[in-house]
């Protein structure tokens, strides 16, 4: 059924393993630190398993920048945290030579919503510059929804949120996405995964690249990729 507003803090995979995940991840939850290897465990080790783990780092955003075209990002291919480590050294070399931070050649924003702008000018929709260039008025034509939807974890990733926890709903072209989003003290991140389990569909671990650090620290203490299967 079309919608016009992200569905947000909807059930997904985690209710089905706390009875309110929203409270589980504080730092004032006595029981965190056996909450948060479950979750991970759950959103992780499928797609570990299958090898159909991906690392998305993103970058280019900075001091309240929300353009599009400004928002890069790599991904690489994860089995283990030795992968990690290997990002992180390329970022952290580049980052101490003064050269640009690791880019894929594809665009996560800006592209695609052009693509979306220009099929739904050509069914006769107009858009105009104010709706073109305020994300919240994105969900008004085909498409604009899961873009606003992205904007928005990527905007929350790479700013900050004041909720620890956060699940989503997101119809994409490629399918039907949950999105967990984790705002922790330990790091922050985002795992984009199949609503239904399918191996054949990527899993997405998504961090700002100044979480990579914390990520690793993260991961191995709760065991988590620890070693290369």
């Known amino acids: 059924m079309p919608y016009h507003e992200a569905q947000e803090h909807v059930p997904g995979r985690l209710h089905r393993l706390f009875d309110d995940p929203y409270q589980a991840f504080g730092n004032d939850i006595p029981d965190r630190w056996s909450h948060l290897p479950r979750a991970l465990q759950a959103l992780l080790a499928p797609a570990l398993e299958t090898d159909s783990l991906r690392l998305r780092v993103v970058h280019g955003w900075e001091n309240g920048d929300f353009d599009p075209r400004h928002l890069q990002h790599s991904d690489h291919a994860l089995t283990c945290l030795d992968d990690m480590r290997q990002v992180l050294a390329a970022y952290t070399s580049a980052r101490a030579e003064g050269r640009p931070s690791p880019c894929d050649s594809a665009s996560l ?4 919503l052009e693509d979306a702008i220009r099929r739904a000018e050509a069914a006769g929709q107009p858009i105009d510059d104010a709706t073109r260039h305020s994300p919240a008025r994105w969900p008004a034509f085909t498409q604009g929804l899961y873009l606003y939807t992205l904007f928005k974890v990527y905007n929350r990733l790479t700013y900050g949120e004041d909720d620890d926890y956060r699940s989503t ?9 949950e999105i967990h989003e984790f705002h922790l003290e330990e790091g922050e991140f985002a795992v984009i995964l199949p609503r239904d389990a399918d191996p054949d569909v990527a899993t997405l671990l998504v961090l700002h690249e100044s979480q990579l ?3 690793i620290q993260l991961l191995e203490r709760c065991g988590i990729a620890t070693t290369r299967r």
């Not at 924003?109 to 695609?112: G, I, K, N, S």
Request: proline share 19%; net charge negative; with cysteine.
């Open 109 to 112: 924003l800006a592209e695609p």
């Open 169 to 177: 709903y997101c119809l994409t072209p490629q399918g039907e996405r």
């Open 213 to 215: 650090e914390p990520m």
